[in-house]
């Protein structure tokens, strides 16, 4: 599902060149489930940018779905990324302004909206937010406000989710019912890469990297 062949990424700032990530290689499998841990700074997040083709890498070979990331333009990045990949951070990023629904709709093409707005009330009712369809997230639990964030990456029907620290921001409680969602996808065939400093979150995971500045741990060391 994921392949990544010595991808490094340098940002440029007024302070000089910040080497994020530096020679990553990295192949996640079709239907596995990968927790990605280190300490902050190490290039998780901008690992999860270039493979959800958000960003570009300054160099290396980025595969996703079988398909060369590298060689497409913008928009071709745009309709694949909103096709394949669902994400999910750790702040939702939900729009203010729009209901429940309209959030999770928001991430759907204008000529599939009939048939997903009947899939997005399903997904929405199986996550126990059947009662807030019409609520703004200004109204919402930090939990409820996850899982119609989830619901959001789902409702494409992707085969990869993304998730950034998803659990970041939750009680315990709430962290296990987002964790299960992500479970549940990943049970039915779907890939998950977790970004996560938590050791309950990673322990549901097929498997662990450690990303060091930028770099893939050694797993032996870790
Ligand atoms: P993590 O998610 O592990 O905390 P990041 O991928 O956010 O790590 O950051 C890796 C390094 O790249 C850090 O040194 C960070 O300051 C730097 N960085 C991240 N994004 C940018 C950016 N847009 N511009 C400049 N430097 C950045």
């Known amino acids: ?45 901008t690992l999860l940018t270039i493979i959800g083709t958000l960003g570009t890498p300054t160099s290396g070979i980025v595969r996703v779905a079988g398909q060369d990331v590298g060689s497409m333009n913008s928009a071709g990045r745009a309709s694949f990324r909103a096709r394949q990949i669902g994400f999910v951070f750790q702040t939702f990023r939900l729009l203010p302004y729009l209901t429940v629904m309209g959030n999770v709709m928001a991430a759907v093409a204008v000529g599939e909206a009939p048939a997903a707005r009947q899939r997005a009330a399903e997904i929405l009712e199986k996550f126990q937010l059947g009662h807030r369809l019409t609520h703004r997230p200004g109204e919402l639990s930090t939990g409820e406000c996850q899982r119609v964030a989830i619901a959001r990456a789902m409702i ?21 019912g987002v964790l299960d969602l992500l479970d549940a996808f990943h049970q039915q065939g779907g890939t998950v890469l977790l970004v996560t400093h938590e050791e309950e979150a990673a322990a549901r995971a097929d498997r662990t990297i450690s990303l060091r500045n930028g770099r893939v741990a050694d797993p032996s060391a870790v």
Do not use: F, W
């Open 1 to 45: 599902m994921i392949q990544l062949e010595n991808v490094s990424k340098v940002y440029s700032t007024a302070k000089g060149p910040v080497h994020a990530l530096d020679g990553v290689g990295l192949e996640v499998a079709e239907g596995e489930y990968v927790a990605v841990r280190g300490p902050s700074g190490c290039g998780k997040s």
């Open 156 to 176: 494409n029907r992707p085969k990869l989710i993304l998730a950034d620290e998803p659990t970041g921001n939750l009680d315990p409680q709430n962290a296990a």
